[in-house]
């Protein structure tokens, strides 16, 4: 079994996702071991160049050439790209990033060739930066080859962010809560600099403002161990500015509206898979 310093990676789709985890995994393996694909040749070579990796002819190049491969295509891709690599996945390590998509379907699609380890990975596109939230889910098969693939494929995703193993059946929350999470934050900063620009601060400025602000309080909740309840309450003095703008918040079921989005994400990850 080959290791992080030996292994070949391969990437097909170089999306916002894929170059992500590109980029992840260039910080632990070189350029010259990395190959990329993708439809749009444009994209496949801007990733190249920018990533300063390799690029491959073909989807089935790729997988011949590379021993861990990304599928980091859009689910209803996914099957086209299977049937296509599914002669030359025998012994190869795939990693789907597909949202909704399931091992089993997946293993369905590749007709009975049996790679040396199959997972499925839920990053967010904060990988690019180091700061994703991925999970990681393992098809059983083969356990003595998935502990070695397991080991491999998480020192690819570490340099993105923290990985965390994961139940299949949790697949769908996570997607709707750190996959699909980002986008949550993104607006609730621009609603919040909005509020600045209008209070009178400089857009620019409004903007530094509310995504710092964020970004301390997410940091706070994980470095001090304590219930963001209890952080929330510390911040909320008597008769204060603070405990009225919560009040504002909860009168627009500001909390309920959060929990029924993500349900609602997390229902769409389910409904994709029956789709396929």
Request: aromatic letters at 4%.
């Amino acid at each position: 079994m080959k290791t992080l310093n030996e292994i070949k990676a391969g990437f097909i789709g170089v999306g916002a996702m894929g170059s992500a985890l590109a980029k992840a995994a260039a910080c632990v393996v070189d350029g010259t071991r990395i190959f990329v694909t993708d439809r749009t040749v444009a994209l496949r070579d801007r990733a190249a160049k920018e990533l300063k990796v390799r690029t491959a002819q073909d989807n089935a190049s790729l997988v011949l050439l590379c021993d861990v491969v990304f599928l980091a295509v859009k689910p209803r891709q996914l099957p086209a790209v299977l049937h296509e690599i599914a002669p030359h996945c025998t012994g190869k390590v795939l990693v789907s990033v597909a949202a909704g998509v399931t091992l089993a379907s997946i293993q369905d699609e590749l007709s009975g060739v049996s790679p040396a380890a199959l997972f499925r990975v839920m990053p967010n596109i904060a990988a690019s930066i180091g700061e994703s939230m991925t999970a990681l889910a393992v098809e059983q098969t083969a356990p003595e080859t998935v502990e070695w693939a397991l080991a491999l494929v998480r020192e690819l995703l570490s340099p993105g962010g923290p990985v965390e193993q994961v139940d299949e059946d949790l697949m769908d929350c996570v997607t709707a809560i750190s996959g699909s999470g980002p986008a949550y934050g993104f607006i609730f900063i621009e609603a919040l600099a909005d509020a600045a620009v209008g209070l009178g601060m400089p857009r620019e400025k409004a903007y530094t403002f509310a995504a710092q602000t964020l970004k301390g309080a997410a940091s706070l909740v994980l470095k001090s161990g304590r219930h963001p309840a209890a952080l929330k309450d510390s911040v909320c003095s008597p008769s204060g500015t603070t405990i009225e703008a919560v009040r504002v918040l909860e009168s627009g079921a500001f909390r309920s509206t959060i929990i029924e989005a993500a349900h609602k994400a997390a229902g769409r990850s389910r409904s994709i898979s029956s789709e396929q």
